[in-house]
C-alpha cells in the first residue's frame, strides 16, 4: 500500500491539486454572496437555501462579473496540471458564448436531464458574451503559468 501511494504521489502534484481547488472555493463566494440564486445553477438546483444575494453588501463588486472567468481557468488548470501534468488550456467556452446559436447545437441531446451537463445549452444560449472575461481567462491563464512553474520547481516527475 506504502508504494501505491508513493507512486501515485509522484505523479500528481498536491501543491498544484491544492492552491487550484482552493481558489476554486474561493470563487464560489461570488455565486453564492454575489449572484442571484436563479442564475446560478449549483445554487438553484439545491435542495437547501444556500444563497447569500442581498444578504450582506457585495463582496467583489464590479469585478465579481468577470472573475469567475478568471478563476476557472486558473483553478481548473492547476488541478488539471497537478493530476495530469498538463499546462495549458483555452477558452473556447467563452467563445462558444459569442456564437450561441452555433454553439447551443454541438450539445448533444443526451445532456437534457443529466446533473450538471443538463445546463450546458442554456450556458450558450443565455450566457453573455463579454470581453473582460476573455481578458479574465488570460490573466487567469498567464497567472496559472506562473503558479506552475513556481509548484513545479525542483520536481522531476517520472511516471511509472
Known sequence: MKNLIKTFGSMINIRQI?????VL???????????????TYFVYISPFNISLFKTPPSL????????????????????????????????IFELGQKFKPWSSTIVPDWFSGKV????????????????FDLAAITMGT???FFVLLFTNKGERRVMP
Open 60 to 91: 467583489f463588486g464590479l469585478i465579481g462579473n468577470s472573475l469567475p472567468s478568471l478563476i476557472h481557468v486558473f483553478s481548473f488548470i492547476l488541478i488539471t496540471a497537478g493530476f495530469l501534468s498538463c499546462q495549458k488550456k483555452c477558452c
Open 116 to 131: 450538471f451537463l443538463e445546463n450546458s445549452k442554456n450556458y450558450f444560449l443565455c450566457g453573455t458574451f463579454d470581453y
Open 25 to 39: 472555493l474561493v470563487g464560489t463566494l461570488v455565486y453564492l454572496v454575489d449572484r442571484p440564486p436563479d442564475q
Open 18 to 22: 491544492l492552491i487550484g481547488a482552493t
Open 142 to 144: 498567464v497567472i496559472a
